[in-house]
Structures are given as C-alpha cells and as structure tokens.
C-alpha cells in the first residue's frame, strides 16, 4: 500500500501547493478542509490527479476530536500509512483586545491550535507503531513575535510553536521528524491579490513568498536525513523585514 500525506487547511494557495508537492513525491495527498470548501476540495484533488498524481477530498473539521480520529483511521486503513501529516490552518484574524470576544479567541485557539494538538496525537500513534514519520506545523510572523490587534491569533501561534518544540523533543528520538515552519511575510494568494495593490510589483521583485516555493521546503523537511534534521525553518523574502 503506498503512503499518503495528510493536508489540513488545503486551502486555494499554499496548502494547494503543499498538496500538489507531496503528490508529485509518490504519496496520496489527503487534502482536508471544512465541509463548506468540499466543492473547492474535490477540484484541487481533481487538479492533481489531472497531473497523473493521487489526492483525495477528505472535507472535516479538523477541530472535532472525534471527526479527526475516524479521518485519520480511514487513511491509514483505506488509502495508506500517513508518511507525512502537515498541519496548515491560518486563523488569522484582527481586532483591539477590548473588542475581542471570548468566542472568536476560543475559535481561534480551535483552529490554529487545538486541531494541531489533534492531527499531531493521532498521527504519532500510527507513525510510532512504524517507527518512521514526519509531522509539520505552519507557523507565522506571530509565532514568535504578537503585535497590536493579534492577540487570539498570536496566543494560538506561539502555543502551536511550543507543541510542536514538545512534540519534536519527544518523538525525535523515537525517528519521528517534528518540524516547525515560521512564515514571515505575504503569500501570493487568492486574498493577498485581492486585497493589496502592486502584488505584480511584488512577484517581479521576489518580494512575496511563492506557496509552490513554501511547499518545496516542506518536502525537503520530509526527505531530511536524520543525522542533520531541522527542527523549526523560516522563510520569509530577501527584502522581508524582520
């Protein structure tokens, strides 16, 4: 049975690009996004496939445990062990902490955080009966740095940041490669292009970040030899201040 990558949060750009990467390595890209996106799922999967590579939608919130375990468990029993899992989701969102609700904090933690704690659990259950496995985590600017208006989004990225330093520190060992990816700077996508002027400026000059180029240095995490694994990259543009 040939080995699959678990995508979630394969939205339109750089999860896209991470599904489409692990695809063209050889593995069944299983591309996860809520059941409202199944539509735009299916025609990703559909565009990988065209390529003559292997993906299938998966839509689930990946903030339901139990939904979690069934996907993960039809994966590893339908489709193939889980060679690589990569955890995607943004949650990016912005307001004055004397507006923020308890609710969009706790949904924001949900998103960016907790699912992560889910996909990490289940995956390394499967990866440590194999005793191989790699598990990645997208970070942001706010991972390491909060600034004014991010408190939900960067309470739930610094707690991301430290599972994934927890994770890497006891699975490492154990041949589980736990890496952590800090994404400092604007994507090319869909939302970017629409909401900022001069993005062609922007591409000309390199001074956006690629979301295929994103997904070349996950696969490169995933194909690491072990005796000099990297444990948290960044990549942001030449010209991205920092």
Same mark, same amino acid.
């Given at each position: 049975?040939?080995?699959?990558?678990?995508? %979630?949060?394969?939205?339109?750009?750089?999860?896209?690009?991470?599904?489409?990467?692990?695809?063209?390595?050889? #593995?069944?890209?299983? #591309?996860?996004?809520?059941?409202?996106?199944?539509?735009?799922?299916?025609?990703?999967?559909?565009?990988?496939?065209? !390529?003559?590579?292997?993906?299938?939608?998966?839509?689930?919130?990946? *903030?339901? !445990?139990?939904?979690?375990?069934?996907?993960?468990?039809?994966?590893?029993?339908?489709?193939?062990?889980?060679?690589?899992?990569?955890?995607?989701?943004?949650?990016?969102?912005?307001? &004055?902490?004397?507006?923020?609700?308890?609710?969009?904090?706790?949904?924001?933690?949900?998103?960016?955080?907790?699912?992560?704690?889910?996909?990490?659990? !289940?995956?390394?259950?499967?990866?440590?009966?194999?005793?191989?496995?790699?598990?990645?985590?997208?970070?942001?600017?706010?991972?390491?740095?909060?600034?004014?208006?991010?408190?939900?989004?960067?309470?739930?990225?610094?707690?991301?940041?430290?599972?994934?330093?927890?994770?890497?520190? !006891?699975?490492?060992?154990?041949?589980?490669?736990?890496?952590?990816?800090?994404?400092?700077?604007?994507?090319?996508?869909?939302? %970017?292009?629409?909401?900022?002027?001069?993005?062609?400026?922007? *591409?000309?000059? /390199?001074?956006? #970040?690629? &979301?295929?180029? %994103?997904?070349?240095?996950?696969?490169?995490?995933?194909?690491? &030899?072990?005796?000099?694994?990297?444990?948290?990259? /960044?990549?942001? &543009?030449?010209?991205?201040?920092?």
């Amino acid at each position: 049975m040939a080995g699959a990558c678990l995508v %979630i949060g394969a939205g339109d750009d750089t999860g896209a690009a991470i599904g489409r990467a692990f695809a063209r390595e050889g #593995l069944t890209s299983c #591309l996860v996004r809520r059941p409202r996106h199944t539509d735009s799922l299916e025609a990703l999967a559909q565009s990988i496939r065209d !390529e003559g590579n292997q993906a299938l939608a998966m839509p689930a919130d990946a *903030r339901d !445990e139990d939904e979690m375990v069934a996907l993960i468990d039809r994966i590893e029993n339908d489709v193939g062990p889980i060679e690589a899992a990569v955890f995607n989701i943004g949650a990016n969102v912005s307001f &004055p902490v004397t507006e923020m609700t308890s609710r969009v904090y706790r949904k924001v933690w949900e998103m960016a955080c907790f699912s992560g704690f889910l996909m990490g659990r !289940e995956v390394a259950k499967r990866q440590l009966e194999r005793g191989r496995g790699t598990i990645l985590f997208t970070g942001a600017t706010a991972s390491v740095r909060g600034r004014e208006g991010m408190t939900a989004f960067a309470g739930a990225k610094h707690a991301l940041r430290a599972l994934a330093q927890s994770m890497a520190r !006891e699975l490492g060992p154990q041949n589980i490669h736990v890496a952590h990816v800090i994404v400092d700077g604007m994507i090319d996508s869909k939302f %970017i292009r629409d909401n900022v002027p001069g993005v062609d400026d922007l *591409r000309k000059d /390199d001074r956006i #970040l690629n &979301p295929d180029h %994103i997904a070349q240095n996950y696969v490169m995490l995933h194909k690491q &030899p072990r005796d000099a694994w990297t444990h948290e990259l /960044d990549l942001r &543009p030449w010209k991205e201040t920092w």
